[in-house]
């Protein structure tokens, strides 16, 4: 079965740009979650979205936005860009609605001029 | 609040060695799921293990094993006769159960590098 995918794998955007990223979970897991990982703040959550509903938000600025789609499929926009964003952005994606278990994509890093 | 620590930031080991990472939590909840990742120089956060804070069974896997003790708000992870590929970070992280608490909280990471 395939992993989690993310696309694309690397970008690199100018302060005040918008972004938009891409993750297509498991074959069959409902849930998708983003995570933005930084060396300062570590790994942090950005939202968990289940049958295309944000189920849970992190504390990050509205600019930072989610979405999902009737296929679990899940994209993710970073609007007015800060140099801050410059992140590796992971994706993860589980099974149902519950604790289950998050498996992670590659990530796609992000660099912000 | 969930609040997960791993007070080492690095470890350094010669191949062979065994290597323990400890990891101490903290959380409100009764019941909460407690997991290690690893992430190779790649990114990708690999999955190690999860555990119920009901279940306080230590775990082998391999030359991974897992110590969860309850009383010290611990879940630390060793590795027996580490081998070269076994270099990574390794992240502890922490999840309710409650619907709007599923997210992981993670700790901060420990680098791990074995040497030959």
């Known amino acids: 079965k395939a992993g989690v995918t993310q696309t694309p794998r690397y970008l690199i955007k100018t302060r005040g740009q918008q972004v938009t990223l891409s993750c297509s979970p498991i074959?069959?897991?409902?849930?998708v979650s983003w995570y933005q990982q930084t060396p300062g703040q570590g790994l942090q959550f950005l939202f968990e979205?289940?049958?295309?509903?944000?189920?849970n938000k992190g504390n990050f600025p509205g600019r930072f936005s989610g979405r999902q789609f009737s296929n679990s499929r899940s994209e993710m926009n970073v609007s007015t860009l800060e140099l801050g964003d410059s992140a590796l952005y992971l994706c993860a994606s589980s099974l149902d609605a519950g604790p289950e278990t998050q498996y992670f994509g590659p990530g796609t890093r992000l660099l912000v001029l | 609040a969930q609040k997960v620590t791993q007070a080492q930031t690095e470890i350094s080991v010669v191949e062979k060695e065994d290597v323990t990472l400890d990891c101490v939590y903290e959380t409100r909840d009764t019941t909460y799921y407690l997991f290690w990742y690893k992430q190779p120089p790649s990114g990708e956060l690999v999955f190690l293990i999860r555990r119920n804070s009901f279940d306080e069974q230590n775990e082998i896997s391999g030359r991974y094993s897992w110590n969860f003790q309850k009383s010290t708000s611990s879940f630390n992870f060793t590795i027996t006769a580490s081998q070269v590929v076994d270099s990574a970070v390794y992240f502890c992280?922490?999840?309710?159960?409650?619907?709007?608490?599923?997210?992981?909280?993670f700790g901060a990471g420990t680098t791990v590098t074995v040497r030959a």
């Open positions: 992280a922490l999840s309710g159960v409650r619907s709007n608490d599923y997210k992981l909280s």
């Open positions: 074959s069959g897991h409902r849930s």
């Open positions: 979205y289940f049958s295309e509903t944000q189920r």
